[in-house]
Structure formats: structure tokens, C-alpha cells
T-cell receptor, first 116, second 113 residues
Framework: DSGVTQTPKHLITATGQRVTLRCSPRSGDLSVYWYQQSLDQGLQFLIQ???????AKGNILERFSAQQFPDLHSELNLSSLELGDSALYFC???????????????FGPGTRLTVL | SQELEQSPQSLIVQEGKNLTINCTSS?????LYWYKQKYGEGLIFLMMLQKGGEEKSHEKITAKLDEKKQQSSLHITASQPSHAGIYLCGADILMDSNYQLIWGAGTKLIIKP
């Protein structure tokens, strides 16, 4: 158990809908990362938050947004869902500030999103 | 092209045999991470290497960092069915004055009984 929790574990929804994925980082970790993993794309970095502020952006679509709350949990919002958004969505956490050269990310179990 | 190349993409190995997976960066490495993932599950942290020449072991898995070659290798001795899964490497690189983690595409390992 990494200490990172994600809910829900599975989500099935229809195209055009909106969903929210939730992540609670490990105790003491200030950074939260969101990743998308599909069969053909591998692990794709979406976005990072550090202590409530956006720190880095990856291949995140405009239909997707995220935030990190004062208690450090994070939510990833996916809207106007398309079939191609079906994937595993992972959250990871670390203490990283961006100014330290090495830092280990610990991953949650993931949310499997299926868009029908 | 990929900044972090993993090879091979997939590997089928007879149980009991040894194997090696490589991860090569096109940029200066400040840290190299190995993770294992079982299908549909989260990534499990295996080990982190930081210094050139560093070598770490966990059970039958050994990872080395060749700083000059900007490369790391993951070696599994006497493979077992429990070693099956996807192995991913991640690397800390300096980008726009911040350290960021980039990922390899993964190596799928199948162990034949």
C-alpha cells in the first residue's frame, strides 16, 4: 500500500458527460500528479500541483481540469467525455517542490474510466 | 523521438532465466527510478538511483546507473512468475529551471512456466 488513495476505483459513463476523480496524497506529501494511461499511449503526465498551486502541465486537454485543496487532496475533472478518454487515471504524490533534483513519486491504485 | 528510451518493448523469458531491461536518456539524468506495474493496477516503486555507478538490489532485482552513458539497467536473476508485469523507468531531468520526471514507454515482461 503506497498510502495514496483514489476514488472511485471504476467509473462507467456516457459520452458528453462530466466526471470527477479524487485523490488523497500520502501524509506529508505536498505535490500531487495526475497521469493518464491507455493501451496505445503509455503513461502520460497530465498536471502537477504543489501545495495548492499548479506547478507543471503536461498533455492535459482543455476539457480536463484539476485542483488541489487546502487539505492537499486533489480532484481531476473530465468534461465532454469522448470514447477516447477511456483509460486508467493515476494520481501520484511526492514531497517535490521542483527545486530538488530527486524525489520519489508514489502512485495510487488508479481509477478505470470507461466511456460508452 | 522519446527522451527516455526503454528496451526491449516486450520480453518473454523462461522461468528461472535471467533478463535485463535498459533505460537510456537523451538528457542529463539527475535521478533514475524503476517501477513495476501489474496489468490494470498502480505503479509500485522499486528503487531509485542517483549517483553514477550506483547499484541497488531488492530481492532478485538489481538496478545500475551508468552516468556516463545516461543509462540504467534492471537485471532480474532466476526469474519467477511473480516478476511478470510492466517495468517502467522514470528520470529526473532539468527543464526550464525545474526538475521534472519523464517516463519511458515501459517493458512488458512475460514469464513462461
Amino acid at each position: 500500500d503506497s498510502g495514496v488513495t483514489q476514488t472511485p476505483k471504476h467509473l462507467i459513463t456516457a459520452t458528453g458527460q462530466r466526471v470527477t476523480l479524487r485523490c488523497s496524497p500520502r501524509s506529508g506529501d505536498l505535490s500531487v500528479y495526475w497521469y493518464q494511461q491507455s493501451l496505445d499511449q503509455g503513461l502520460q503526465f497530465l498536471i502537477q500541483y504543489y501545495n495548492g498551486e499548479e506547478r507543471a502541465k503536461g498533455n492535459i486537454l482543455e476539457r480536463f481540469s484539476a485542483q488541489q485543496f487546502p487539505d492537499l487532496h486533489s480532484e481531476l475533472n473530465l468534461s465532454s467525455l469522448e470514447l477516447g478518454d477511456s483509460a486508467l487515471y493515476f494520481c501520484a504524490s511526492s514531497v517535490r517542490t521542483g527545486f530538488v533534483s530527486t524525489d520519489t513519486q508514489y502512485f495510487g491504485p488508479g481509477t478505470r474510466l470507461t466511456v460508452l | 523521438s522519446q527522451e527516455l528510451e526503454q528496451s526491449p518493448q516486450s520480453l518473454i523469458v523462461q522461468e528461472g532465466k535471467n533478463l535485463t531491461i535498459n533505460c537510456t536518456s537523451s538528457k542529463t539524468l539527475y535521478g533514475l527510478y524503476w517501477y513495476k506495474q501489474k496489468y490494470g493496477e498502480g505503479l509500485i516503486f522499486l528503487m531509485m538511483l542517483q549517483k553514477g555507478g550506483e547499484e541497488k538490489s531488492h530481492e532478485k532485482i538489481t538496478a545500475k546507473l551508468d552516468e556516463k552513458k545516461q543509462q540504467s539497467s534492471l537485471h532480474i536473476t532466476a526469474s519467477q512468475p511473480s516478476h511478470a508485469g510492466i517495468y517502467l523507468c522514470g528520470a529526473d531531468i532539468l527543464m526550464d529551471s525545474n526538475y521534472q520526471l519523464i517516463w519511458g514507454a515501459g517493458t512488458k515482461l512475460i514469464i513462461k512456466p
